[in-house]
C-alpha cells in the first residue's frame, strides 16, 4: 500500500547550499492525503532552509518512514554534506540503499557512520549481515566478533552468535557451527537458531538430528535485533497503512501495550481491516487479555467467515483457555480453507490425541505427509501416546514416523521402547539395532537397552 506512485524532481537551484542541490520531492501525490501534506510541509521547510542539514535529515526520515526509500537515500546523503559530523545520515542512508540490493553501497554507507562512532554494536551487526550476503566471509566473521564484544548479552549478543555460526557453516566448518549453537541454545530457545542448528547438522551429515532441529525451528522469521538509532524513523510514520506497519513493528518488538494502543485509534477508521484485526488479537494476548484477543477475532470472522488465519489464531487462543473442541473445530476449518497450512493439521492432531481420538488425529497427520514436517509430528503424537500408556497406538505412530525417515534415529529408539513396553521383546531388539546402525544418539539406544534388560528380568 506504501508502494506509491514515486516522482524524483529535483528543483532548481535556487537558494540551495552549494553542490548539494534541491530537496528532493517524492510522495505528494500519495493516496494518503495526510502522508501527502506531511511531506509537502518537510519539503518546503527543507526548501525554507536550504543549509539546515537537521531539516533535509528530518525530510529523509519521512520519506524513509513511509517506503520512498529511493527518496530518502537521495536526501540522506545531502545531509550528509550538509552536516558531516551527524551518525544518522550516512547510517540510515545505508539501509536506504540496500533495500534497492546495492549492498557494497550500504557497506560503504554503514563504514562512514562508524567512522563516526564506533562503538554502536548494531551498526556493527548490520555490517555483518551485509557482508556475509557478500560472501566477504572473514570480513563479517571480524564484524559479527565486534558486534558481540560491544553487545555481549541480549538479541544483538545472539545474533551476532548465530552470524559467526552462519558464517562457519559457509565456510564447511560445521563441527564448529554445531559447537558453538548447542551452548547458545540452551541459554536463548529461539526457534531460529533450531533452525540454524539443523542447517549445521544436515552439513556435518547428522541427518536425524537434522531433521528434529529444523522442525523446532519451522517457519521462524529472520534473528532481530533493536536498533533505537533506526527507530528514529517511526516519528515520521503518516497515513492508516504507514502506522499500521509501524504498529506490527512494535509489537514483533515486545512492546504490546503501544501496539494494541495505536490499533485500536487505527480500528476507529477501519475497523474491518483484516490485518488490523490480527494484530490486535495478537496485542491483547501478549498483554494477557486472551478474552479481549477473542472477541477481536469473533468480530473478524463475522465479516471474514473464510480467512483462515482468523480460524487459526482463534483456536490457538481457545487451546490455550482450555477449550479444546471449539480448539479442534477452528484448526479443522483452518486446515479446510488453506490446505497447505501445516501447523492447523498438526495442531489439531495433537489435540486430538490428548483426547483420545487416534482416527481422526491419524487422518490430520497423514494430510501433513506432502506438506513436509510429518516425521517430527508422528513422533509427537506417538509420545502422547506413550505418556498415557497406549502402546499399540505409540507403535502405530512411530512406525509410520520411520517409514516416512528411514534415517530417524530417535524414531527407531522410541519405536523400541514402544514394543518394549507393549511386551513385543524380539521386535524391540531390531528396532534398537537399526538405531544402533545409524549411529547418531547411542546415549537414547543405551537407555533404551537397560529399560529392555528390566522388562526382560521382569518376564523371567
Not at 531460529?192 to 549445521?200: D, E, M
Not at 481420538?357 to 509427537?380: I, K, N, Y
Amino acid at each position: 500500500m506504501r508502494a506509491l506512485v514515486l516522482t524524483l524532481l529535483m528543483l532548481a537551484l535556487v537558494g540551495c547550499a552549494e553542490g548539494v542541490g534541491a530537496p528532493v520531492a517524492a510522495g505528494f501525490d500519495s493516496a494518503e492525503a495526510e502522508l501527502a501534506e506531511y511531506l509537502e510541509e518537510l519539503h518546503g521547510t527543507a526548501r525554507e532552509f536550504p543549509d539546515s542539514g537537521p531539516m533535509r535529515g528530518r525530510l529523509g526520515l519521512a520519506y524513509d518512514a513511509n517506503g520512498f526509500a529511493e527518496a530518502a537515500a537521495a536526501t540522506y546523503a545531502q545531509a550528509q554534506v550538509l552536516e558531516g559530523h551527524e551518525f544518522l545520515w550516512p547510517y540510515l542512508r545505508a539501509f536506504a540503499v540496500a533495500s534497492g540490493g546495492d549492498l557494497d553501497e550500504a557497506v560503504r554507507a554503514v563504514d562512514a557512520a562508524l567512522a563516526i562512532d564506533a562503538a554502536y554494536a548494531p551498526a556493527w551487526l548490520q555490517r555483518a549481515t551485509w557482508l556475509l550476503d557478500l560472501d566477504r566471509l572473514d570480513d563479517a566473521s571480524a564484524a559479527f566478533e565486534r558486534a558481540l564484544e560491544l553487545a555481549p548479552r541480549g538479541d544483538a549478543a545472539v545474533a551476532a552468535s548465530a552470524g559467526i555460526a552462519r558464517v562457519h557453516l559457509r565456510q564447511d566448518r560445521a563441527d564448529e557451527a554445531i559447537a558453538s549453537l548447542e551452548p547458545l541454545i540452551a541459554r536463548y530457545d529461539y526457534p531460529q537458531l533450531h533452525r540454524l542448528l539443523g542447517l549445521a547438522f544436515r552439513a556435518a551429515g547428522r541427518a536425524s538430528d537434522a531433521t528434529e532441529a529444523t522442525a523446532r525451528g519451522k517457519d521462524a522469521p529472520p534473528l532481530q535485533w533493536r536498533d533505537e538509532r533506526r527507530e528514529a524513523t517511526e516519528d515520521h510514520v503518516r497515513g492508516f497503512h504507514g502506522r499500521l506497519g509501524l504498529a506490527e513493528t512494535i509489537l514483533q518488538r515486545g512492546d504490546a501495550h503501544r501496539a494494541a494502543s495505536m490499533l485500536e485509534s487505527l480500528r476507529e477508521s477501519r475497523p474491518d481491516d483484516r490485518t488490523l484485526i490480527n494484530n490486535l488479537s495478537i496485542a491483547y494476548q501478549r498483554r494477557g487479555q486472551p478474552d479481549q484477543a477473542i472477541s477481536v477475532l469473533r468480530d473478524g470472522l463475522t465479516t471474514h467467515p473464510d480467512y483462515a488465519l482468523f480460524h487459526f489464531n482463534i483456536a490457538s487462543l481457545f487451546e490455550e483457555a482450555g477449550r479444546p473442541a471449539s480448539a479442534v473445530e477452528h484448526f479443522a476449518r483452518a486446515a479446510e480453507l488453506d490446505p497447505g497450512l501445516v501447523a492447523a493439521h498438526e495442531r489439531r492432531a495433537m489435540l486430538l490425541m490428548r483426547q483420545g481420538q487416534l482416527a481422526a488425529a491419524r487422518e490430520s497427520l497423514e494430510a501433513m505427509v506432502p506438506l513436509g514436517g510429518a516425521t517430527s509430528a508422528f513422533h509427537h503424537a506417538a509420545m502422547i501416546a506413550g505418556s498415557r500408556g497406549r502402546w499399540p497406538s505409540a507403535i502405530e505412530l512411530l512406525q509410520r514416523a520411520v517409514e516416512l525417515d528411514p534415517a530417524f534415529t530417535r524414531g527407531h529408539v522410541f519405536l523400541g521402547r514402544a514394543l518394549a513396553e507393549a511386551g513385543h521383546h524380539a521386535e524391540a531388539r531390531a528396532a534398537l539395532n537399526r538405531a544402533d546402525d545409524l549411529g547418531t544418539h547411542p546415549d537414547d539406544v543405551a537407555a533404551a537397552r537397560d529399560r529392555l534388560a528390566e522388562l526382560d528380568t521382569d518376564t523371567s
